[in-house]
């Protein structure tokens, strides 16, 4: 098993909450150890994994944007487009 399968597979263990009868509740046995270890946050009606995945990668993204910019950032950024143009990845 590869290292990405792996973490894939943990994931998934972790989503679940195996006190639970997944005859009598399957929702709660396939989502409740995800639900109960990320609650909604208070500005939030709702919470799943995308929109937790979301925020994260916000996070992330402000970040970037916070840098101090100077030509080795802007040439940093310029390859890291590239690649991602250059692997297919854009739409």
């Known amino acids: ?5 792996a973490v894939a597979a943990a994931r998934i263990l972790e989503s679940l909450d195996k006190d639970s009868d997944p005859c009598e509740d399957f929702y ?13 946050p208070e500005s939030q009606t709702s919470w799943d994994q995308f929109r937790a995945l979301q925020e994260k990668l916000l996070v992330q993204l402000r ?12 040439q940093v950024m310029y390859a890291s487009v590239y690649m991602y ?3 297919g990845y854009s739409a």
Request: one cysteine or more; charged letters at 5%; aromatic letters at 18%.
């Open 1 to 5: 098993m590869c290292a990405r399968t």
């Open 28 to 40: 709660q046995f396939a989502c409740g150890g995800w639900i109960s270890q990320h609650p909604v």
């Open 63 to 74: 970040g970037v944007w916070q840098l101090q910019w100077n030509s080795d950032t802007f």
């Open 85 to 87: 143009n250059f692997a």
